[in-house]
């Protein structure tokens, strides 16, 4: 991101699922559009994508580009993956950036991680917990559960941006952070976990 783009927010921001294909990137697409700093990861060991049956998924590593991921579905099954929503799904990821990445092969630090299922939030709390602190700044780990599909994370991205927008108007965030859950969690009538960990 260009140094002098002007930012809603001083938050740093990185929305977290598994693959870091749909739940995290539509929330990405979403705050980014408002103005905040975000970035987006996945934690699994691989990117997993569902393919033409249960027991046989389109399994990539992290680090292969959209566009390879795209045009390996469209050499695969056009119409299957046209009709699913993947080709799409793709099509929206790859104007957000080029590639799926994973958290735990990230060492930049942000102020909020916010996991979109509780066994990402449980991978990203074990992580953090387990390098080395830099400055031991509060991060804030926060979930809510998003189910994996197109309907779902949509709903999802609109929840975490008004989260975001929430914690973005408090002037003293640590202090005010179990306060802001609480009136979201009323707003959203879904449960929220939240830690505390440290960069």
């Keep these: 991101m260009p140094p002098e783009t002007q930012f809603v927010s001083d938050l740093k921001i990185a929305v977290i699922c598994s693959s870091n ?10 705050l980014a559009k ?11 060991d691989k990117v997993k994508l569902p393919g033409s049956a249960a027991d046989k998924p389109n399994v ?7 566009d390879e991921i795209h045009t390996d579905l469209l050499n695969k099954d056009r119409a299957l993956y046209t009709q699913n929503g993947l080709l799409h ?9 080029s590639h799926p990445e994973r958290f ?8 909020v991680l916010i996991t ?13 917990e387990s390098r080395e602190p830099v400055d031991n700044s509060i991060v804030h780990v926060i979930n809510i ?3 994996d599909n197109l309907e779902e994370a ?12 929430m914690m973005a108007q408090s002037e003293d965030l640590d202090n005010d952070i179990e306060e802001v859950l609480h009136n979201f969690e009323e707003k959203c009538q879904r449960p929220i976990l939240h830690s505390i960990v440290f960069n």
């Design 21 to 30: 294909m749909n739940r995290s990137m539509e929330a990405h697409a979403f």
């Design 116 to 128: 979109c299922e509780e066994r990402v939030y449980d991978q990203v709390l074990e992580y953090m």
């Design 154 to 165: 949509t709903i999802g991205a609109f929840l975490i941006s008004d989260m975001c927008l």
């Design 104 to 111: 735990q092969e990230c060492y930049e630090k942000f102020d």
């Design 60 to 66: 990539y590593d992290f680090g292969i580009s959209y």
């Design 89 to 97: 799904t793709l099509d929206r990821n790859r104007r957000i950036k």
């Design 34 to 44: 408002k103005g905040f700093y975000v970035k987006s990861f996945g934690t699994g």
């Design 145 to 147: 559960d998003i189910q």
